[in-house]
């Protein structure tokens, strides 16, 4: 019996070039791993090392193969070859990638939760939050959050009006200036509510309006998450006792108050239409808020079955429609659900994009022709 460790080099001849001829940390190796064979290597005591050479032990199409992987200018390295893979091994891997998607997510919201003293409203107040602002205002929403407790506006629930005050005003949105009685009467209040809870307004510069459309800028955000945290008493117990998806889409269901029906920013009024919050925003938040913090608290309390939940959610659910998903329809991968969805989400970032080939279930299988 050989005790030790197992060196690899392409060549047996870098066991010389890296110097470990020279290293007594070097002089237990029982096996030198090369691809070519080129010269016998000794250690510090003169012992030879044995050799095994690789080159003529492997099946060379699969080394090309895994090559043309490595060098492939697709998004997807295998996109050619991909649909030869088995309805079965695709199934039962997107099911681990979907497990893995939500525990790269909830890695975020562990430190969070941790931040705030493991006070489950608290951390999902401010993921919500978070997700208010999308891609484009998440920065604003997140900053908004973290200067703006959850424990204050929880004390307003029930007054629109106070709640809409202190989210403008911690916003940096409101000005002494306004022509509109509305939000001059917010901007008074907000001075009163500042000083009583001595608060300091993040920078207005942080919220984004360009290259949104109007129904998505921050202003209308703001007034549509005023809404929900208006009626939002309930809400985690609601996202942990809820059964249904549509009892959580429900709850998500607001509308931005009256002043929003013919504005879209303060003073400049527009044609009239309700500010509601669109279902494909309530399923985002649901996909990258609500599942997760659920499959997180699942994970905390050792509940199974909130676990399942989550994944549940997520697979009644319709697909997304981004770029990530329309890489992969063409590469005729058609996913049934968000949660396939989030598994191609997955496999894309952390599988092709870093071309992790042989740590994929896909790849491998198409390396080994099965």
Request: net charge positive.
């Given at each position: 019996m ?56 492997f ?34 891997w ?6 893995e ?49 959850y ?31 509305y ?6 209040e ?27 800028f ?27 998806v ?11 108050s ?15 239409k ?30 199974t ?18 770029h ?47």
């Open positions: 050989w005790v030790g460790n197992i060196e690899i080099h392409i060549n047996s001849s870098d066991w010389y070039k890296h110097g470990h001829h020279k290293d007594k940390s070097y002089n237990n190796i029982v096996l030198h791993v090369v691809y070519n064979h080129d010269i016998d290597n000794k250690d510090t005591l003169l012992s030879k090392i044995p050799t095994l050479e690789i080159r003529n032990l099946n060379n199409k699969l080394y090309y193969k895994y090559q043309d992987y490595l060098i492939s200018k697709n998004t997807i390295p295998c996109q050619n070859d991909i649909g030869k893979t088995s309805s079965i091994l695709l199934m039962s997107l099911n681990r990638l979907l497990v998607r939500l525990e790269h997510k909830t890695k975020e919201m562990l430190h969070y939760h941790i931040y705030f003293h493991k006070h489950w409203q608290d951390t999902l107040y401010f993921f919500i939050s978070k997700n208010f602002g999308f891609k484009k205002n998440s920065t604003g929403f997140e900053m908004l959050a973290k200067s703006l407790p424990k204050i506006l929880s004390k307003h629930r029930g007054q629109i009006f106070q709640l809409e005050a202190l989210l403008f005003g911690q916003a940096g949105l409101l000005k002494n200036n306004y022509s509109d009685i939000p001059q009467k917010l901007y008074k907000y001075s009163f509510l500042r000083k009583k809870y001595n608060l300091t307004p993040i920078k207005q510069t942080l919220w984004k309006f360009s290259k949104l459309r109007p129904p998505n921050p202003t209308i955000r703001i007034a549509q998450f005023a809404q929900l945290i208006n009626k939002s008493e309930s809400l985690w117990e609601l996202m942990i006792k809820s059964k249904k549509n009892t959580i889409k429900d709850a998500l269901q607001v509308t931005a009256d002043y929003w029906d013919n504005h879209y920013t303060f003073d400049k009024k527009t044609s009239l309700k500010k509601n919050l669109g279902d494909s925003c309530i399923e985002n938040i649901i996909i990258n808020t609500i599942s997760p913090i659920i499959f997180l608290y699942g994970k905390q309390t050792s509940g079955s909130l676990c399942e939940k989550s994944i549940e959610l997520l697979s009644i659910l319709k697909p997304e429609n981004n990530i998903i329309s890489t992969w329809e063409r590469a005729n991968i058609k996913p049934q659900n968000a949660s396939d969805t989030q598994a191609l989400i997955e496999l894309k970032k952390n599988y092709c994009v870093p071309k992790r080939c042989l740590q994929c279930s896909i790849g491998n299988a198409l390396l080994k022709g099965v």
